[in-house]
């Protein structure tokens, strides 16, 4: 088991899935960040039919197993006349389920933020939009990261569903390797390996970012708001005056 272990960690191929596992982690997150911002307003919004909209999706996609949605995807959009490939198809498919996530992620933090600091911001005459922009989101903020970490840890593993599909990520390429080495569970085990390494990595880069939120995000007032609001008013119009 230890010479199969040796080998598969070393191997280009584990080294390439490995590879493949990172950069699908990302972008898949990626994508189900910007679903879940796009989602946000109609998840909020005062009206029915948008609302109706954004609960039917979230209702679809974190009611059904994950695997269930990417084989649905794999088999359903060339029946649509959409024709993507293998790749194509695995981003798609984990990045709308995690739009389902991060949109309730997103919601909760600006949902969080103290509704006297909104009723301050209108006092002292902010708009909406610098309201949302100068005392909402840079409060909301320091949640979104935290959770988002998470998620991208989360991804890291799911990621591993994708093989159902013929990608060749670490549980593939173990998969793969497991055909043709003397002892299988070596494989099985390199592969864990490398996700231990992954996800600590990322842990590590995660509470990085964490403490640097924590030690430099100063919790933004009313005041500050409007100051920051004003000031970009300002030089918006020192800019239109040359």
Request: glycine share 8%.
């Amino acid at each position: 088991m230890a010479h199969d272990l040796l080998d598969a960690i070393t191997s280009d191929g584990f080294l390439h899935a490995a590879v493949t596992t990172l950069w699908l982690t990302f972008v898949a997150q990626g994508a189900g960040t910007l679903g879940g911002i796009v989602l946000v307003p109609l998840r909020l919004s005062n009206r029915r039919l948008p609302r109706f909209v954004a609960s039917l999706y979230l209702f679809i996609f974190r009611g059904t197993p994950e695997l269930l949605q990417l084989i649905a995807w794999y088999a359903i959009l060339p029946l649509a006349g959409v024709n993507l490939n293998l790749v194509e198809v695995a981003i798609v498919g984990l990045g709308a389920n995690e739009a389902a996530r991060m949109v309730e992620i997103i919601r909760a933090a600006l949902q969080a933020v103290d509704e006297g600091q909104r009723d301050a911001a209108r006092v002292i005459g902010l708009s909406r939009l610098d309201t949302l922009r100068y005392v909402v989101v840079p409060q909301a903020a320091r949640t979104i990261v935290a959770a988002l970490g998470n998620e991208v840890n989360i991804m890291f593993k799911t990621t591993s569903l994708v093989s159902v599909i013929g990608i060749t990520e670490l549980l593939r390429q173990s998969q793969l390797a497991a055909e043709t080495a003397r002892s299988p569970l070596g494989t099985y085990v390199a592969a864990l390996i490398y996700y231990l390494v992954l996800t600590t990595t990322w842990g590590v880069f995660q509470g990085l970012i964490a403490r640097q939120v924590r030690t430099n995000g100063k919790r933004p007032t009313v005041i500050a708001a409007w100051w920051d609001a004003l000031g970009g008013r300002l030089q918006s119009e020192a800019q239109w005056s040359q």
